[in-house]
């Protein structure tokens, strides 16, 4: 789930999320908007906080699961 989406559907803000957190509202913001990347601790501390509802995998990209781990050709017959 994406964050922007929890936040209006549990009637939340960016300013309540970063209060949570610990972080700073704008890059809660930034996060929120996909304009940021949060590290891994930011990451599980908005996980926790949403009851698990947004994970670390929310934020890649979209695209599917089997491509966003597939290796080249080459270096697949290399390992």
Known sequence: ????DWLKANGRTATWLA???GRDQSFITRIKNG???PSIEVAAAIQRVTGGSVTA???LPDQPA???VALPR???QCA
Do not use: C
């Open 74 to 76: 080459e270096a697949a």
């Open 66 to 68: 089997a491509e966003a």
């Open 19 to 21: 209060e949570q957190v």
């Open 57 to 59: 995998i929310d934020y």
């Open 1 to 4: 789930m994406r964050l922007s």
């Open 35 to 37: 304009r940021a990347m």
